[in-house]
T-cell receptor, first 116, second 115 residues
Framework: EAGVVQSPRYKIIEKKQPVAFWCNPI?????LYWYLQNLGQGPELLIR????????DSQLPKDRFSAERLKGVDSTLKIQPAELGDSAVYLC??????????????FGPGTRLLVL | AQSVAQPEDQVNVAEGNPLTVKCTYS??????LFWYVQYPNRGLQFLLK??????LVKGSYGFEAEFNKSQTSFHLKKPSALVSDSALYFC?????????????FGAGTRLFVKA
């Protein structure tokens, strides 16, 4: 079974430019997460989807970040415009089922963003 | 505030010796507890979780963890460390209810296993 797929793996952009990250979750997983991981720290949730609905986006900086999961499968996270402080690893994860707390989250390899 | 603490930034152990990576938490309600491992340039890989039942949980690659409710701890252990266990380890807690759950990750502990 294929795991969570993310692309690109690495991205270097200049500040003020837009950037987009793509995630394809494990087949059949209803819940999709986007996390931000700064160097030397644990992941922090940006947004959680249950199917196509964003059920927790309280930590998403909505002035510059946006996300979508139009058909309840793939998801895209966008930053426009990017700032130097956005340099980090962006992780996508998915889990089966909805609302239950015990399900395991499976993570993709992440996209490492460097903003110059 | 709900939080997860991994008090050691780094743990050093010799190959073949037992290892412990510590995790304590401060949350309301009954948490679900997880351990993940991260290798360089890779995403987090699930190791094990505690939901309910036996306080000793066994997971992947020979790792185990013991849930201690009175000490609010969930330390990760392995009887005999391998050099290949060297990686970054994250403890995570899921809290909430049917209205929604939130995952809180610790800052991570880097494990070095020396040959």
């Amino acid at each position: 079974e294929a795991g969570v797929v993310q692309s690109p793996r690495y991205k270097i952009i200049e500040k003020k430019q837009p950037v987009a990250f793509w995630c394809n979750p494990i087949s059949g997983h209803n819940t999709l997460y986007w996390y931000l991981q700064n160097l030397g720290q644990g992941p922090e949730l940006l947004i959680r989807y249950e199917n196509e609905e964003a059920v927790d986006d309280s930590q998403l900086p909505k002035d510059r970040f946006s996300a979508e999961r139009l058909k309840g499968v793939d998801s895209t996270l966008k930053i426009q415009p990017a700032e130097l402080g956005d340099s980090a690893v962006y992780l996508c994860a998915s889990s089966a089922g909805t609302s239950g707390g015990e399900e395991t989250q499976y993570f993709g390899p992440g996209t490492r963003l460097l903003v110059l | 505030a709900q939080s997860v603490a991994q008090p050691e930034d780094q743990v050093n152990v010799a190959e073949g010796n037992p290892l412990t990576v510590k995790c304590t938490y401060s949350v309301s309600g009954n948490p679900y507890l997880f351990w993940y491992v991260q290798y360089p340039n890779r995403g987090l890989q699930f190791l094990l979780k505690y939901i309910t039942g036996d306080n000793l949980v066994k997971g992947s690659y020979g790792f185990e963890a013991e849930f201690n409710k009175s000490q609010t701890s969930f330390h990760l252990k392995k009887p005999s460390a391998l050099v290949s266990d060297s990686a970054l380890y994250f403890c995570a807690v899921r809290v909430g209810n049917t209205g929604g759950f939130k995952t809180i990750f610790g800052a991570g502990t880097r494990l070095f296993v020396k040959a």
